[in-house]
């Protein structure tokens, strides 16, 4: 089993900045890689970023790509996403997932087997 606790929401003005953290506790070695989704109201979740754990190769959904950077700390099994420029529509509740086998699919929710209870950004106009 793998614990994931994010950290790091909140408010914020448009363009704005904020950075988000998540915690990995359990069996991290048998984790492949790590995401960030999101969720906004009335939306399906959808994919924002993922990281290998081994050489922290990343991976972007078009719409943070150049906004947003992930990175991942192995020593401290912490995965952070860094929001810069942020919009309105970046408003949502933000999920940090990890996935235990590898693959080149990183959009699918189903690629990923644990899961951080969530926590709210909420950019404002």
């Known amino acids: 089993q793998v614990q994931l606790v994010e950290s790091g929401g909140g408010w914020m003005q448009t363009g704005g900045s904020l950075r988000l953290s998540c915690a990995a506790s359990?069996?991290?070695?048998?984790?492949?890689?790590m995401g960030w989704f999101r969720q906004a109201p009335g939306k399906e979740r959808e994919f924002v970023a993922g990281?290998?754990?081994?050489?922290?190769?990343?991976y972007y959904a078009a719409s943070v790509k150049g906004r947003f950077t992930i990175s991942r700390d192995n020593a401290k099994n912490t995965v952070d996403l860094q929001m810069n420029s942020l919009k309105p529509e970046d408003t949502a509740v933000y999920y940090c997932?990890?996935?235990?086998?590898?693959?080149?699919?990183?959009?699918?929710?189903?690629?990923?087997?644990?899961w951080g209870q969530g926590t709210q950004v909420t950019v404002s106009s």
């Open positions: 990281i290998r754990w081994r050489d922290g190769i990343t």
């Open positions: 997932a990890a996935r235990a086998l590898s693959g080149s699919n990183w959009l699918a929710l189903s690629e990923f087997n644990y």
């Open positions: 359990g069996r991290i070695f048998s984790s492949y890689g």
